[in-house]
Structures are given as structure tokens and as C-alpha cells.
């Protein structure tokens, strides 16, 4: 199981998913009425994964350095871990949702996407799939159905159902032959450094609110130290540390601007020895220290 990370509920949380979604205990919710926040600093990380589904309106934002637009008939899949950089969607714009924790994600979403094929092997770059009008309709209309019957169901039926739909969803997603080009490259034609430093951000949106340095990393993938930064600077132009520090600061800032933990409990959270020591490091980065920059927002 992956390390739970000190954000997921409340990222969770933060995100206006109405009481009347379909759902599966707390591990997975389906509702036609999520709504981004207004107002939501950026950037931020996620503690879901989410398949959006767009049915009206459109939306834009750049994802782990990936800039996404959507418009009706577009779905956009984002894993846990992902960082938000920018995020803006149209007055009208309206979806089908389906918001997973990372532990659901991987019983009720990765196995079925790793018998159709390896779409999903890289959580750092968001997949995107196109639905023409008709499948869109047909979707929309097998959507209606399911919450139809999910509203008569026995309460003991319910979350059979939901499980149902999310299946369902998940073949005709995978069975979709436009993708994003990033999806369609066999992962044989990326070069040593690319598929690398892919491997190395899929691990910092799992580890980097624990784990801080290179070797740990390099060891993740089985070579030295010193040959992985190598790698890394040749894909990114940026030392691993760089990397590092950028995924460490903002896990720091959410849990400064969205919770109400103290500065010693977001420092352990983070897996720093001492406070002081992650007062320093914050500052190196912001130019202030968390106190100042809890009560600065």
C-alpha cells in the first residue's frame, strides 16, 4: 500500500463534492456536481485521483507542468500526487466525477487499466481521452440509469451498483482509441533519461512529503546516486534537489494554508528532525518563515 499522505483529506475537503454523490464508503465518489473552489491557491497537490468528464462548459489548468484544456466530450485523468499549478473552468462548466482515494484507485481503476493495456504506468502525466458526441450521450444516459437506480436500491445494493458504473466506466475509457501522445509512445522509444526522470516524478508524488534525498530516489530505480543526477539534469535542465525541494514546499504551504496543524506537527508529518530545521528549509526556499507565511495569506 502507498504512504497515505498528510493531505489527502484535506484536499479532499477541499473540493465541494455534495452529500448526494454516489459512493463507496469514503474510498470513491461519483457525482455530476463537482465544483472547483473559488478562490483556491495554487499551486497545490492532490490526495485523489479523479476521472472528470466533461458534459458542459470548459476548463483549463497546467498539471505537473502539463498544460490540459478540456471542453464537452474530454476526459481528463489525474493521479494522486499530482501537483495543480493553475486551474480555471468556465461559468457553465458542469461533469460526470469520479473521485478515488490512491487505495481504491488501485483496486477498482489500475487492474482492469493494466489488462487493456499499460495507459495508466506514469501517475505524473495526466491522460487524456475524447468521447464523440454519440458515446458521450450513451454515457451520459448509462450515468442517469445508474443513479436512477442507485436512488431505489436496498442501502445494502447501493455501493454494488456504484462499483458497477465505475467498472463500466473504466472499459469504455480504456477502450477509447484517442489518447494523448504521451499515453500513445511506447515507453521503448523514450530515451534512458526521459523514462527516468518520468519514474522519478511518479515517485515524488508518492514520496516526497517523506523522503528528501537522491539516494533515496536512485535507489528506487537501481542505479548509483551520481548516475541518476545525471539523467535527471539531462531530462529537466535541474538537479534532483531541485525537484525535491519543489514537491517538499508545496506539501509544506498546503498544510500551512489548510490545516490547523501546528508548525511542529506539519514538520513531523513532513519527516523533518526538528522544527527548526524545517523553519530553515522553508524559509531557504520562501523568503519566510511558516509562521509568517501562515498568517501572511
Known amino acids: 500500500m502507498l504512504p497515505v499522505s498528510?493531505?489527502?483529506?484535506?484536499?479532499l475537503d477541499r473540493f465541494k463534492i455534495y452529500e448526494q454523490s454516489l459512493s463507496v464508503g469514503q474510498s470513491a465518489r461519483i457525482c455530476d456536481d463537482f465544483m472547483f473552489p473559488t478562490g483556491l491557491p495554487v499551486p497545490f497537490k492532490l490526495g485523489f485521483t479523479s476521472a472528470i468528464v466533461c458534459i458542459e462548459g470548459d476548463f483549463r489548468a497546467v498539471i505537473n507542468q502539463i498544460e490540459l484544456e478540456a471542453s464537452r466530450g474530454d476526459i481528463i485523468i489525474t493521479q494522486y500526487g499530482s501537483i495543480v499549478e493553475s486551474i480555471k473552468s468556465s461559468d457553465n462548466f458542469r461533469t460526470i466525477s469520479m473521485v478515488f482515494t490512491d487505495s481504491s484507485q488501485s483496486r477498482l481503476f489500475n487492474r482492469p487499466a493494466q489488462e487493456m493495456g499499460n495507459w495508466l504506468s506514469h501517475r505524473s502525466i495526466p491522460l487524456t481521452i475524447h468521447l464523440d458526441e454519440t458515446q458521450l450521450q450513451r454515457y451520459v444516459h448509462?450515468?442517469?440509469?445508474?443513479?436512477?437506480?442507485?436512488?431505489?436500491?436496498?442501502?445494502?445494493?447501493?455501493e454494488?451498483?456504484?462499483?458497477?458504473?465505475?467498472?463500466?466506466?473504466?472499459a469504455s475509457f480504456l477502450s477509447i482509441p484517442q489518447m494523448t501522445d504521451a499515453h500513445l509512445r511506447p515507453s521503448g522509444t523514450l530515451s534512458r533519461q526521459e523514462?527516468?526522470?518520468?519514474?522519478?516524478?511518479?515517485?515524488?508524488?508518492?514520496?516526497?512529503?517523506?523522503?528528501?534525498?537522491?539516494?533515496?530516489y536512485a535507489d528506487r530505480l537501481c542505479?548509483?546516486?551520481?548516475?541518476?543526477?545525471?539523467?535527471?539534469r539531462q531530462a529537466s535542465g535541474k538537479l534532483p534537489m531541485e525537484h525535491i525541494r519543489r514537491y517538499v514546499i508545496i506539501e509544506a504551504k498546503t498544510l500551512l494554508r489548510s490545516s490547523d496543524l501546528t508548525i511542529h506537527e506539519i514538520a513531523?508529518?513532513?519527516?523533518?528532525?526538528?522544527?527548526?530545521f524545517f523553519c530553515r528549509?522553508?524559509?531557504?526556499?520562501?523568503?519566510m518563515s511558516p509562521t509568517d507565511y501562515r498568517n501572511f495569506l
Do not use: C, W
Not at 454494488?160 to 473504466?170: H, L, Q, R, T, Y
Not at 528549509?281 to 523568503?287: E, I, P, R
Open 160 to 170: 454494488e451498483i456504484v462499483k458497477g458504473f465505475i467498472s463500466m466506466s473504466v
Open 142 to 158: 448509462l450515468y442517469e440509469l445508474v443513479k436512477e437506480l442507485h436512488g431505489e436500491a436496498a442501502s445494502a445494493l447501493k
Open 223 to 232: 542505479i548509483t546516486a551520481k548516475h541518476f543526477s545525471r539523467l535527471i
Open 195 to 216: 523514462e527516468v526522470f518520468l519514474r522519478f516524478k511518479d515517485d515524488l508524488q508518492i514520496y516526497a512529503g517523506r523522503e528528501r534525498t537522491v539516494q533515496f
Open 281 to 287: 528549509y522553508f524559509k531557504q526556499d520562501t523568503g
Open 268 to 276: 513531523d508529518a513532513l519527516n523533518f528532525p526538528t522544527d527548526s
Open 6 to 11: 498528510p493531505i489527502t483529506q484535506i484536499q
